[in-house]
């Protein structure tokens, strides 16, 4: 594994494959009030690209010729939250998606434990630390720690999609998660808009 960090936007001409694992990093997980301090992405090749967001400037031209690009899948573990972060600070609405939460609970039936640690526990045989998950992300200077951290959030989601599609075929539920992923979009604009706690679905 490597990681390469960045500050406030991936460097001129960096150009990286079809298939994105994305996550994010925040003050917290209340979308009103907590911001976007940390972008990592990782196209599958062991290395972890970190954007890091010390202040509030999301101008970030290259970061975010690359997140809107419709020819990349993204892959991420609960992508609503972070398709709700990145729209509201960066304005792009993520697309295609994969899921790799929502593969597992389509797929998983067995069990109510869908984190990315139990995942990649039991599917890939690996043991994440999860140490670092409560940090201060807007510090200045991140520290080797809060970087590994960031790292392993992505670099094994392109592995768990490997897994998953092969239960979601053995299932028979590709075209439900396909459906359930192209809705994500919509799930975190109802969570940036008041809905957040609604299941608009339900009879109540
Ligand atoms: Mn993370």
Not at 38 to 56: M, R, W
């Amino acid at each position: 594994m490597s990681i390469h960090y960045y500050r406030d936007d991936l460097p001129d001409g960096l150009e990286l494959g079809p298939v994105l694992a994305i996550d994010t990093e925040t003050q917290g997980l209340n979308l009103q009030r907590d911001r976007l301090c940390v972008i990592q992405l990782s196209d599958g090749d062991g290395i972890c690209h970190v954007v890091h967001f010390p202040t509030a400037d999301y101008a970030a031209p290259n970061l975010k010729r690359l997140l809107a690009d419709p020819e990349t899948l993204k892959i991420l573990q609960y992508a609503r939250f972070d398709v709700a972060v990145i729209k509201r600070h960066l304005g792009i609405v993520l697309s295609p998606l994969y899921c790799t939460k929502i593969a597992s609970k389509l797929v998983r039936t067995y069990t109510d434990r869908h984190g990315l640690g139990v995942l990649c526990r039991e599917l890939l045989g690996v043991d994440l630390s999860k140490q670092q998950q409560s940090s201060d992300w807007a510090a200045a200077d991140l520290t080797e720690a809060q970087l590994t951290y960031a790292a392993h959030d992505v670099l094994y989601l392109h592995r768990l999609k490997e897994k998953l599609d092969a239960m979601l075929e053995r299932e028979g539920r590709v075209a439900l998660a396909q459906a359930c992923f192209d809705f994500i979009p919509t799930r975190a604009e109802l969570d940036l808009h008041g809905w957040g706690d609604v299941d608009i679905f339900s009879h109540a």
